[in-house]
């Protein structure tokens, strides 16, 4: 069976974003930039089922502008077999959206006639989370979300999900689409031999119009702004102080 | 249309039937909603009847139609709460068969379809629960249209605010898409009305259920849930939340927080360390991740304010933090903060407080 696997590039998580002057978006130039902390997981976790035997092929694709083959070049540093590079320049006023990504997906899903694939559950920079799910939804496949625990037989994956009262576990024929949550495994790092060798591995690269996907978009965005400012605290001195003021001036005692 | 003139006859009862014709008409900005309700031990969840004052923020004349599913006599009971939950409900959809007993997302996503197809509803609301987040975007996908994640704010009927970048940036888009317009809605953002100040209670339809054969459910079975019983508040609805972080050291350590926030009839938090450290479980992290809270009182011990932990609680009214590093990025969010020791702090609010009325 083989495994597509859904990757990122966005803006690195420990960086504090700042919001263009012009209110058109956040500054991502000059900007580290670092696959999608939920999509390493996903290629870690095609590539365990991969080493369990599960799995022969483990396929990793991406759709963004010329700069995302970094991000492709590092799931094939980790271990993935080769990749797709779905060619797409962003426009900033009309991003790419969770549904056009999820058709092209659909299409490389189907042409590379994958058994399982396996993406983040949110992308860092949009929060949406919902590429997975319209995935599952446009090629009627089952989906298990927010994974922390995937179990994969010939023709099942049994999918332990976090919920918000606790761990659901649910059974879904195969294919299927997978979502990782961030307790589904600890990505491993790319070792310097590997990504030697990643240099010379199969980067694919395809436009949407080659995979007969026509991107609208039915999005607009207006602004982006700061969110507010909270006003400066204080700090306390005692206990005691603290019990005075929240029952005294927050009143929320 | 046919079907959408007779909806508002019914709603707007004494109107003239002219009146109601050129209403569904000629209004593009006639609004109709559909609100995916979850439901637990008979009642509507506080958190739907948040998707019920965000479906009212886009339209003081919306005519809503809540849709719940499930089976059994707490169905039925709930029913009849989302019957008389808020004032804009014109109809309640019960959707009653086994295939909705658990939350999957295949036959709902499918029901879901199915009800927007026969409704033509202007507007599809969830709240971003585990449910929604999992259900809505299959079905808008179904529906080949895109929906909004996590709105905070509605501006106009199309128009809305949601943060993105961990809620570090604030997005406001407009959906220029066809019908209809499907979000997710964060539901400390949207206070469910209080009490309806009249007895309103609108009609309770079954669901036709024929689209079921066809559909994809049968792809998935839920197997079972291993849920935390708790006696305390659930954490994303609670009015005071404590939490803890890598400086409690220790599963044993929280229980000096659990009971503290017995003290404080408040709801446990706790970082992506803590659950990572197996202090917690993990249905207690709080951030962008993780649940996202806005209570009255925010206490966080031994927290260091990591963007993506602030990213689930920087909407709290107060928050108060106690770290022994100066330099800890949660004090710059903070209302009130001490900066010592985390666990004498705890000793002596465990001392200082009184017990839970």
């Known amino acids: ?253 | 249309m046919a079907a959408m003139v007779v909806g508002a006859l019914r709603r707007r009862g004494a109107a003239t039937a002219g009146g109601s014709r050129f209403f569904a008409q000629s209004l593009h900005r006639f609004v109709s909603t559909l609100v995916v309700a979850e439901h637990e031990g008979g009642f509507v969840k506080p958190s739907s009847l948040s998707a019920l004052a965000a479906a009212e923020a886009i339209g003081k004349e919306n005519r809503v139609s809540l849709l719940l599913g499930g089976s059994g006599p707490s169905l039925h009971k709930s029913a009849e709460h989302a019957a008389s939950s808020h004032p804009l409900v014109s109809e309640v959809l019960v959707a009653d068969s086994d295939a909705f007993a658990h939350p999957l997302a295949e036959p709902w996503a499918e029901l879901l379809r199915s009800v927007q197809q026969k409704g033509g509803y202007s507007h599809v609301i969830a709240s971003s629960t585990s449910f929604g987040k999992n259900l809505l975007p299959r079905a808008a996908a179904l529906l080949d249209v895109s929906p909004v994640t996590d709105v905070t704010s509605v501006s106009e009927p199309r128009v809305f605010v949601r943060p993105i970048y961990a809620g570090n940036a604030l997005c406001t888009v407009r959906y220029t898409g066809q019908d209809p317009c499907m979000m997710s809605i964060r539901s400390t953002s949207f206070s469910p009305t209080e009490a309806m100040s009249e007895t309103k209670v609108a009609p309770i339809t079954q669901v036709d259920l024929s689209f079921l054969s066809e559909g994809s459910s049968g792809k998935s079975a839920w197997v079972d849930l291993k849920s935390q019983d708790t006696e305390r508040p659930d954490l994303a609805n609670a009015r005071v939340v404590v939490t803890g972080g890598r400086g409690l050291k220790s599963a044993e350590n929280f229980k000096l927080l659990e009971q503290l926030a017995e003290k404080l009839g408040a709801a446990v938090g706790a970082t992506r360390a803590a659950v990572d450290a197996g202090f917690v479980p993990n249905e207690l992290q709080v951030g962008q991740t993780g649940k996202i809270v806005a209570p009255e009182l925010y206490m966080a011990f031994g927290v260091s304010g990591a963007i993506q932990h602030l990213a689930g609680m920087r909407d709290s009214k107060v928050i108060v933090a106690v770290n022994k590093d100066a330099d800890a990025p949660i004090f710059q969010v903070a209302d009130y903060g001490i900066v010592a020791d985390l666990f004498e702090v705890l000793d002596e609010l465990l001392k200082k407080l009184p017990d839970k009325k």
């Open chain 1, 1 to 253: 069976m083989k495994i597509l696997v859904a990757v990122k590039r966005v803006v690195d998580y420990a960086v504090k974003v700042r919001v263009r002057p012009d209110r058109t978006g956040v500054e991502t130039a000059s900007v580290k930039m670092s696959m999608n902390p939920f999509c390493e997981i996903a290629v870690e976790e095609a590539l365990r089922l991969r080493e369990a035997g599960a799995a022969a092929e483990v396929v990793a694709a991406t759709v963004g502008p010329a700069q995302s083959a970094d991000t492709l070049r590092t799931a094939l540093a980790m271990g993935a077999d080769r990749a797709v590079h779905v060619l797409h320049d962003p426009d900033p006023q009309r991003p790419l959206l969770p549904l056009a990504v999820a058709k092209i997906l659909r299409a490389v899903a189907l042409q590379e006639k994958a058994g399982l694939v396996i993406l983040g559950k949110q992308a860092i920079d949009d929060d949406c989370n919902q590429t997975g799910q319209m995935l599952a939804g446009l090629l009627n496949w089952p989906q298990g979300t927010f994974a922390s625990k995937v179990i994969l037989d010939k023709e099942k994956a049994t999918v332990e999900r976090e919920v918000d009262g606790g761990i659901e576990t649910i059974c879904l024929d195969l294919p299927a689409v997978i979502t990782t949550d961030l307790r589904l495994n600890q990505p491993r790092y790319a070792t310097l031999p590997n990504i030697m060798k990643a240099k010379s591995k199969v980067i694919k690269k395809v436009t949407p119009e080659d995979l007969n996907v026509d991107i609208r978009s039915d999005m607009e965005v207006l602004e982006v702004t700061e969110p507010p400012k909270r006003k400066a605290g204080v700090i306390l001195s005692s206990v005691d102080e603290l019990l005075d003021k929240l029952k005294n001036e927050a009143r929320v005692l």
